[in-house]
């Protein structure tokens, strides 16, 4: 079946540094929806992408969508202590089920 | 956005016992709505969809008779975990999705069986 996979699993940066999690697919994606959970929280929707090669900003928060659909990115810009969190990606999938990465934590040291 | 509650938020149980879990769509009608276990340190597993109307589909690994779900109303689905045992304690989410597609979750009902 799908696997989608999200690299790396963990990120500890220094508030102000960027951070980037990669999103990987082995078959080719629908559309990629992004999600944030805080420690304790359930998944908050940040964004969706659906055509090949997109790129949408949210303030400091850049999202791109690979050429082939295999794979998408979500950067943050200096990054602040209210980013701390888990990031996932999800593939809405043909049948309109999300299928989430493994997600990457993200901490950020003040 | 839209809002999607989960009761109760909380729960701790014996070995043996049922637990249902409501979740509601507030300000949206849902004809879709998904049930999800995490694990801690793990990402979201589908368990099921849960369609207004008709049966759950269910994913592979999941037992039905388990994980009982009932989806009452365009705004309502219920899942009962029974004769629950303490590999069943998790964290518990549902979702909502919307006619633009997007998913909102629930805050989540974490279980725990002692």
């Known amino acids: 079946g799908q696997q989608v996979m999200q690299i790396p699993q963990y990120q500890h940066v220094q508030e102000g540094e960027d951070f980037t999690t990669y999103c990987n697919s082995s078959?080719?994606?629908?559309?990629i929806q992004w999600y944030k959970q805080r420690p304790g929280g359930h998944p908050v929707f940040l964004i969706q992408l659906v055509k090949s090669g997109e790129v949408k900003k949210q303030k400091r928060l850049t999202f791109q969508f690979g050429e082939a659909k295999k794979n998408s990115s979500l950067h943050i810009t200096a990054t602040q202590t209210t980013d701390v969190g888990t990031y996932f990606c999800?593939?809405?999938?043909?049948?309109?089920?999300?299928?989430f990465g493994s997600g990457t934590q993200l901490t950020v040291l003040p | 956005g839209a809002v999607v509650s989960q009761h109760p938020s909380r729960v701790i149980c014996k070995s043996g016992t049922s637990v249902k879990i409501e979740c509601r769509s507030l300000?949206?009608?849902?004809?879709?709505m998904f049930w999800y276990r995490q694990f801690p340190k793990q990402s979201l597993m589908l368990m099921a969809t849960s369609n207004e109307g008709s049966k759950a589909t269910y994913e592979q690994g999941v037992e039905k008779d388990k994980f009982l779900i009932n989806h009452a109303s365009l705004t309502l689905s219920t899942l009962t975990v029974t004769s629950a045992h303490p590999e069943d304690s998790s964290f518990y989410i549902c979702s909502a999705r919307t006619v633009a597609d997007t998913q909102y979750f629930g805050p989540g009902t974490r279980l725990t069986v002692l």
């Open positions: 078959t080719t994606l629908s559309n």
């Open positions: 300000d949206f009608q849902a004809t879709t």
């Open positions: 999800a593939d809405s999938g043909s049948a309109r089920q999300l299928t």
